[in-house]
């Protein structure tokens, strides 16, 4: 396989977990139930805004490098794999907790899709898809991290929908034990 080929791979691969990711994001960008929930609503809108520009970020170095962004046999599969997660989730208690989640899934395959895109193009010396992943990385890292504080009074709120004793003071302190779980990983090397 040629550089060029190795790297439209890699970046076709990059557009078809996009893509996927998008469908779900645009079902809840407009889902009527984060409307309890606006931070969660925000952000979702946020991250949905960031995949569609990945996506077309993307679809323009693919054809630069003479690639091919039409739909594949495994964007379709994965599409097909995310309705059904979807189905599955719509019966759940915890709504908007459980696509919250998923959603901080979908960034985190997105997240490792850009290390290994940013990682190939660095090896393989090139400079412009490496500088487009490691931008994606940026932004996708920052969501995830904000995902992981907006998920927690979605989380406490739901749950005292079912479970009344639930305590909602506790948010706060959730909150700073997941950022200080994060920060307590920040210098420690490989």
């Known amino acids: 396989m040629t550089t060029k080929e190795t790297l439209v791979k890699y970046l076709t691969d990059m557009h078809a977990l996009e893509k996927h990711v998008a469908q779900p994001l645009k079902a809840q960008a407009a889902d009527a139930d984060f409307g309890e929930f606006p931070d969660a609503r925000q952000l979702v809108q946020r991250i949905d805004l960031r995949t569609q520009t990945a996506i077309t970020s993307l679809e323009i170095l693919i054809k630069e490098f003479g690639g091919d962004v039409r739909t594949d046999f495994k ?25 919250l989640r998923d959603d901080y899934t979908a960034l985190s395959l997105v997240s490792i899709g850009y ?8 090896a393989l010396g090139n400079e412009q898809i490496a500088s487009q992943a490691l931008k994606h990385l940026h932004e996708v890292a920052g969501l995830i991290m904000e995902l992981s504080q907006v998920i927690v009074p979605v989380a406490v709120e739901e749950l005292c929908k079912t479970n009344p004793e639930a305590n909602v003071s506790t948010v706060t302190s959730t909150q700073v034990n997941i950022r200080e779980a994060w920060r307590s990983h920040e210098h420690q090397t490989v």
Not at 75 to 99: C, F, L, Q, Y
Not at 115 to 122: G, I, Q, R, S, Y
Request: aromatic share 0%; hydrophobic share 50%.
């Open 75 to 99: 964007t379709v599969v994965t599409a097909a794999a995310g309705a059904v997660a979807a189905a599955v989730n719509e019966g759940r208690v915890h709504k908007i907790t459980k696509k």
């Open 115 to 122: 290390e290994l895109l940013h990682t190939t193009a660095n």
